[in-house]
């Protein structure tokens, strides 16, 4: 891997193959191609990303509830593709120029570059959707960043060190509280490793645990809608069985400093409030031209293509992408974004060597989420998993990416880190 300024590449490469965003989509383009493409290909592999690591998004609610080092959310760039023919431009997207087959990238606000592509990958991601729920924005933290997940540690922290200062008890109780909207797999996932190192906290700083409360607000009736209704039940009795206050069908209505207010007159003591109530493409997607969806996501064809662009793929979260068997846009999860990308990078490989291109099929063997460390729900090849073998799988997902994206030596590193974190 090479850092470069992208003022210094040639602006006459032939087969240059620029990849915007280097998450699990943009990551694993990169890597597939470097890996797969022979000299005769004659491409050359630029990474646009302002960031020099990769976010691994699913490890953030370790770092939210108390893992003290944040790293291990954080994959390096010059860690992960060291050897790799690959530059890596750390510059923001601005701009996409379709008509010229050139992007603009630069620091935002600032001056721009333009980089010219003969094949461009978007894979930019989402971000939180906050809605206009009263007090929220200005209240609740989001869950979409190693900063989000440190800012939910550093409140987490000073909201208990406020509360043990209180003598009243109900008082302190309400002040020692704290609540996650959302009932996907973010939250549940945020939600239970709160539930389970919380009250060890508590414990460990000299005060009662049992004062610790825990809630989970969902406004459809069930958590996990994307689960089996069996592992949906044995998700929420698992988070009833470590003390989470679990309310479903019950919409947020407002936020106050201390206070989340639900349909049906409810209050709910939060002084603490973590919102992973949805997602949306990055905003500045639709601004490039390119058709979106509704949620802001481009649409792509079958080919994964963006929709009238044939040099523009897109992979990932920012991309609407509308699985043929089930009619519905996928949803956005690592394992697509993924798969996306291995078949983008093999698109672009055929396309450079005159091979014929095969549409895009969404296969999808799994999908486990943790219900605090240790414990979780999914299932796989149609079969319900549950309890240690399904976070056993989830964490075999993540040693396969690793293997994917880095090599062995990034796996075994990693899987160390990961066994000494739970301990
Ligand atoms: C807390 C949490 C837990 C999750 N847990 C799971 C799980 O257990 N299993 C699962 O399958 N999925 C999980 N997901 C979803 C999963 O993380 C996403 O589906 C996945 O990250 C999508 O990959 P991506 O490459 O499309 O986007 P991302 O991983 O978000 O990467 C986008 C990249 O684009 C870059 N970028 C953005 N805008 C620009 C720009 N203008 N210019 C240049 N670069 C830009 C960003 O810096 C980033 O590096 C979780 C998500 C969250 C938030």
């Known amino acids: ?120 990958v978007l894979a930019t991601g989402a971000i939180p959707f906050v809605p206009p729920v009263p007090g929220l924005r200005e209240r609740a933290i989001t869950m979409w960043s190693v900063d989000d997940a440190l800012a939910l540690q550093r409140s987490i922290e000073e909201q208990f060190r406020h509360a043990v200062t209180i003598c009243d008890a109900a008082e302190r109780a309400c002040a020692l509280a704290v609540t996650v909207v959302g009932g996907g797999a973010t939250g549940v996932e945020i939600v239970g490793t709160i539930a389970k190192r919380l009250p060890r906290m508590i414990a460990r700083a000299g005060h009662d645990p049992a004062e610790l409360t825990v809630t989970l607000i969902e406004g459809r009736p069930d958590i996990l809608y994307d689960l089996p209704e069996i592992q949906r039940v044995r998700a929420r009795q698992r988070l009833e069985k470590m003390g989470v206050h679990v309310l479903l069908g019950r919409n947020l209505q407002s936020v106050d400093a201390t206070t989340a207010y639900l349909e049906g007159d409810v209050a709910v003591p939060s002084p603490v409030l973590v919102w992973c109530g949805g997602a949306h493409a990055d905003p500045d997607a639709v601004q490039w031209g390119l058709v979106s969806d509704n949620s802001g996501r481009l649409v792509c064809d079958e080919n994964l293509k963006a929709q009238g662009h044939d040099a523009i793929y897109v992979v990932g979260d920012v991309a609407a992408f509308r699985d043929p068997s089930s009619a519905r846009v996928l949803p956005m999860l ?67 990416y690793w293997v994917q994206v880095g090599s062995f030596r990034l796996a075994w590193k990693r899987t160390v880190q990961m066994l000494r974190m739970r301990h």
């Open 334 to 400: 690592a394992q697509f974004a993924i798969r996306e990308a291995e078949h983008a990078a093999d698109a672009v490989l055929r396309e450079v060597r005159g091979g014929p291109t095969r549409p895009f099929v969404p296969n999808m063997h799994g999908e486990f989420v943790s219900v605090g460390p240790g414990w979780g729900v999914g299932w796989m090849f149609h079969m319900n998993i549950w309890g240690w073998p399904a976070i056993v799988m989830k964490r075999v997902t993540y040693i396969m």
């Open 1 to 120: 891997m090479q850092a470069v300024d992208p003022r210094t590449l040639d602006p006459a490469h032939p087969r240059r193959v620029v990849i915007v965003g280097g998450g699990y989509a943009g990551l694993t383009v990169a890597v597939t191609l470097a890996h797969r493409a022979r000299a005769g290909d004659g491409i050359e592999i630029v990474l646009v990303d302002p960031r020099p690591y990769q976010q691994a998004l699913s490890e953030l609610d370790l770092v939210a509830a108390g893992t003290p080092r944040p790293q291990f959310a954080e994959l390096w760039y010059a860690d992960v593709l060291r050897g790799l023919p690959i530059k890596v431009v750390h510059d923001r997207l601005e701009n996409v120029c379709t008509a010229e087959q050139c992007v603009e990238a630069g620091p935002r606000g600032g001056p721009v570059v333009r980089i010219p592509y003969w094949r461009l």
